[in-house]
């Protein structure tokens, strides 16, 4: 079963009507399902597949150059037959793979986890780089992919590389899947649960696929979790640690420190960067890039509803909801799990639950605001800006308390204020809050607000009945259920 990129792959068909190859770059964290698409584009229209991933770093005896050539020969012989015999550079290891290829076939070769395989081998990006330009771009019927979770190293060395510069046809960063291609992982159940079921462990895995391949439809949300995140065979318990390991490197160790402290709290560069005790340079800026283009923080720097410009300090907020959680609730608990000694009957009886899954909830919905937007009635009004929106208390004659909006939505003319509610019973209180909020946000003259209510839970029929909200939008309309 594969499920979502669909605009991915419909791109990567129009690839096969050129006359001549393509090189393909993918980028992504780790779990986002990057090798996946290009298996399945491949099972959908390719004549022939070769996929060779690079040897993963290790703390000791960390693999050579010739240990990373051993294994590239290795895994192509298995898959084509061809000469096993030792190589001892990189050309020459590009070119048996290019021995390979029928120009009768369509072909796709995905070089998986690329920074790994290049290793400590500086000359790398000079030999693919010549491979491509006498080897492999001769070959018409061609997909060549290079793929990594290393985001910082692609860019650096093959996108940034002079040598590559117009070569790429496609550079791909993949996101999560939207609210309602995750639902299909519950396949035919998901039509008689109730959207909290999902939601639930949606909240806790957000739109990883590797993390919903684990979602057993046939069990609850609670028995789900549990299974994943509080057993350490559990895949959730443990893959975080995996990502963030420090056999990556110390940039890894730095951006796991930044999570951490995003995990608390939204926070502006100048203030994380002294939360973690580095210096706020390029360096920084580059890790953040990363976490940024790896879908685990968003700089959210939105429109000043005020004056019509960017804010003035952008915050970088935790985006990925299984890093919230696993810090949350699944690290705090590491030694019991490890004994086997956590237990508990139901998610619920789990200290603040309630305050987490909401705040999980309200992360899911701000991560797919371009899902929301069309249950708003906007039209084909231009979106200027989507994000959370933050005014702090104002000081002077025309003070006013501050504002906070959940998803502040702008187009020229409307501004949307998105409030975002998970609560088993949400009483017609949730109005005068808005109306509140609403009165303290500072709008340019000719801007409309219009109050929107996204919401887990039962709705007392007195909300809808004040006809305050603009819209009233139910996380089953966000499923697509």
């Not at 019927?141 to 990594?148: A, N, P, Q």
């Not at 730095?254 to 002294?274: F, W, Y």
Request: proline share 4%; glycine share 8%.
């Amino acid at each position: 079963m594969f499920i979502g990129r669909k605009e991915q792959l419909a791109d990567l068909m129009t690839l096969w009507r050129k006359r001549t190859s393509s090189i393909v770059a993918c980028r992504g964290r780790r779990r986002i399902g990057k090798s996946t698409l290009f298996r399945e584009f491949a099972r959908r229209s390719a004549d022939a597949y070769i996929e060779i991933e690079g040897l993963a770093p290790q703390q000791e005896n960390p693999p050579t150059t010739q240990d990373q050539l051993d294994h590239f020969i290795e895994v192509l012989s298995g898959l084509t037959g061809c000469d096993s015999s030792k190589i001892d550079n990189w050309f020459a290891a590009f070119k048996r793979l290019e021995e390979q290829i029928d120009d009768t076939k369509k072909t796709v070769v995905l070089l998986d986890e690329i920074s790994w395989m290049a290793g400590s081998d500086a000359n790398f990006p000079g030999k693919l780089r010549t491979a491509w330009e006498t080897l492999f771009h001769r070959h018409e019927h061609l997909i060549l992919v290079i793929c990594g979770s290393v985001s910082s190293w692609i860019k650096k060395n093959i996108l940034g590389n002079t040598g590559f510069t117009g070569r790429f046809s496609r550079d791909y960063v993949l996101k999560e899947l939207t609210l309602a291609e995750c639902a299909e992982f519950w396949g035919a159940a998901r039509d008689r649960l109730a959207p909290r079921e999902i939601l639930d462990v949606l909240s806790v895995t957000g739109g990883v696929p590797r993390y919903l391949e684990e979602v057993d439809p046939g069990l609850s949300a609670d028995e789900n979790i549990r299974r994943m995140c509080f057993l350490k065979s559990g895949e959730l318990y443990k893959d975080f640690d995996a990502i963030f390991d420090p056999i990556w490197g110390e940039g890894t160790v730095l951006k796991r420190k930044i999570l951490e402290s995003l995990a608390e709290t939204p926070m502006t560069a100048g203030n994380l960067s002294k939360a973690v005790g580095v210096a706020y340079n390029g360096r920084f800026i580059s890790l953040m890039r990363e976490l940024v283009e790896g879908g685990f923080v968003d700089d959210d720097p939105g429109k000043n509803p005020e004056t019509g410009k960017p804010v003035g300090v952008a915050r970088y907020r935790l985006r990925d909801n299984y890093t919230r959680f696993f810090l949350k609730y699944i690290a705090p608990h590491k030694q019991e799990i490890e004994y086997g000694s956590y237990f508990f009957s139901s998610m619920e009886q789990l200290p603040g639950w309630d305050a987490i899954m909401g705040l999980q909830f309200e992360n899911l919905v701000v991560n797919n605001s371009m899902q929301l937007i069309r249950h708003l009635g906007v039209g084909n009004a231009i979106i200027e800006s989507a994000a959370p929106y933050r005014n702090s208390k104002r000081r002077g004659k025309d003070s006013a308390r501050g504002c906070q909006v959940d998803l502040l939505i702008q187009t020229a003319r409307t501004a949307y204020v998105v409030e975002i509610k998970r609560k088993r019973f949400i009483d017609a209180e949730i109005v005068s809050e808005v109306e509140e909020k609403v009165r303290r946000l500072p709008l340019r003259k000719g801007l409309s607000a219009r109050p929107v209510l996204v919401y887990d839970g039962e709705l007392q029929p007195s909300v809808e009945g004040t006809g305050y909200f603009d819209a009233v939008v139910n996380a089953r309309q966000l499923l697509a259920l």
